[in-house]
């Protein structure tokens, strides 16, 4: 496997760092690619959300990407932005590195950071940018932070905006029929960003006949990232431990 680090150089934001897990190839054949966003709130960036996902994924042949996004106390949309150059130099390298789809993946608030993606790459915010380039060909949601509403995870919001209003970054309400199709999962038990986040952005995405599949695992604490005890220690969740490959599962069935 070849690890690389890679700068990115996104105008009108910071330089930041795009690590990719490249797998060897047995013999030459197209993969998908994910580049994953960690959790956080918006004030730091989990390092097991980051490579143990993008090295689960990996060992199945994708290729997988962890983005070191700004966090607090810079603002929206400078992450958005390094995403977006994310995106775009993956996918410039997709003959070198024979990708076929791109995913975008985020954990928590780095749920949000890949549904703002997957919402707004259309957008004044990333007006320049060819928007056919950044957009997901499909997101992978875990327990996302999404609404700015009754459900807010406040800080996130805090973090993400300063003193601006929450409910413009509320993505259930930015949903439309282009948005990628997206799979999400998350706990009916987490205390720290209610289901009810992914509650909304699933009705919206059907609203607007967006495919999407949802899993709701009954317990689980939020950030429990992979919910194995090599990332969990003692609180692994046993039960919740198959949504890498119902996700795997449904990439098959949906864009092969």
């Given at each position: 496997?070849?690890?690389?680090?890679?700068?990115?150089?996104?105008?009108?934001?910071?330089?930041?760092?795009?690590?990719?897990?490249?797998?060897?190839?047995?013999?030459?054949?197209?993969?998908?690619?994910?580049?994953?966003?960690?959790?956080?709130?918006?004030?730091?960036?989990?390092?097991?959300?980051?490579?143990?996902?993008?090295?689960?994924?990996?060992?199945?042949?994708?290729?997988?990407f962890v983005l070191d996004y700004a966090i607090a106390p810079v603002h929206y949309p400078i992450a958005l932005r390094q995403l977006a150059e994310a995106m775009k130099m993956v996918r410039s390298h997709a003959d070198e590195w024979q990708l076929t789809q791109i995913f975008v993946c985020g954990f928590s608030a780095g749920g949000h950071l890949a549904a703002s993606l997957g919402t707004q790459y259309d957008q004044p915010v990333l007006a320049d940018y060819d928007s056919a380039i950044i957009r997901p060909d499909g997101m992978l949601l875990a327990y996302p932070v999404i609404t700015g509403g009754k459900f807010a995870h406040r800080d996130s919001f805090t973090n993400l905006l300063g003193s601006g209003d929450a409910e413009d970054q509320s993505l259930e309400n930015q949903v439309t029929a282009q948005t990628p199709p997206t799979f999400i999962w998350t706990t009916a038990d987490d205390q720290t960003v209610p289901a009810m986040n992914s509650l909304l952005f699933v009705e919206a995405l059907q609203q607007a006949g967006v495919e999407v599949e949802f899993h709701l695992f009954p317990h689980g604490r939020h950030g429990m990232s992979l919910g194995t005890d090599w990332v969990n220690e003692d609180q692994g969740v046993p039960h919740a431990t198959s949504w890498p490959q119902l996700f795997l599962d449904w990439v098959k069935v949906t864009f092969n």
């Open positions: 496997m070849q690890i690389l680090n890679l700068s990115l150089q996104p105008k009108n934001a910071p330089a930041t760092t795009l690590t990719a897990y490249l797998p060897d190839l047995v013999e030459p054949k197209p993969r998908q690619a994910i580049v994953i966003c960690p959790g956080g709130g918006y004030a730091f960036v989990s390092p097991r959300e980051g490579e143990p996902i993008a090295l689960t994924f990996a060992a199945q042949g994708m290729a997988t």
